[in-house]
């Protein structure tokens, strides 16, 4: 059984950055497409970044391009999301997700993936 473990998040000020880090366990992580969803209260989960499995791409939504970055560390088996010059509308709880046999065109998709993490809380103040 997969599971992912968030941490990192908190409230900082906007233009300041933040690591979210996803500790993954029951599969390697190179094994897994492992993406990073955003959900506000009374919005849509909305995709920010995610990592296809065995040295596959990294693809990251137009609204945190240039900001975001998703790493991975096969040894402690983790990927990480550093978010840079955040400001208000990066604030949302954060999901990181996993799944196996995700195709290019569903990536983007949270339906797609099979495991999801309790969450973390951003909130990048004005």
Same mark, same amino acid.
Request: with cysteine; hydrophobic share 35%.
């Given at each position: 059984? =997969?599971?992912? $473990?968030?941490?990192?998040? /908190?409230? $900082?000020? +906007?233009?300041?950055?933040?690591?979210?880090?996803?500790?993954?366990?029951?599969?390697? =992580?190179?094994?897994?497409? #492992?993406?990073?969803?955003?959900? $506000?209260?009374?919005?849509?989960?909305?995709?920010?970044? +995610?990592?296809?499995?065995?040295? /596959?791409?990294?693809?990251?939504?137009?609204? #945190?391009?240039?900001?975001?970055?998703? *790493?991975?560390?096969?040894?402690?088996?983790? #990927?990480?999301?550093?978010?840079? *010059?955040?400001?208000?509308?990066?604030?949302?709880?954060?999901?990181?997700? +996993?799944?196996?046999?995700?195709?290019?065109?569903? =990536?983007?998709? /949270?339906?797609?993936?099979?495991?999801? /993490?309790?969450?973390?809380? #951003?909130? +990048?103040? *004005?």
């Amino acid at each position: 059984q =997969v599971q992912l $473990v968030e941490s990192g998040g /908190g409230l $900082v000020e +906007a233009g300041t950055s933040l690591r979210l880090s996803c500790a993954v366990s029951g599969r390697t =992580v190179n094994s897994l497409t #492992v993406g990073w969803f955003r959900q $506000v209260p009374g919005k849509e989960r909305e995709f920010v970044a +995610a990592r296809r499995r065995n040295g /596959g791409a990294t693809l990251y939504d137009d609204n #945190v391009k240039g900001r975001f970055t998703l *790493s991975r560390d096969n040894a402690k088996n983790t #990927v990480y999301l550093q978010m840079n *010059s955040l400001s208000p509308e990066d604030t949302a709880v954060y999901y990181c997700a +996993a799944g196996s046999g995700i195709i290019l065109s569903s =990536v983007r998709d /949270g339906a797609a993936y099979d495991y999801w /993490g309790q969450g973390t809380q #951003v909130t +990048a103040s *004005s």
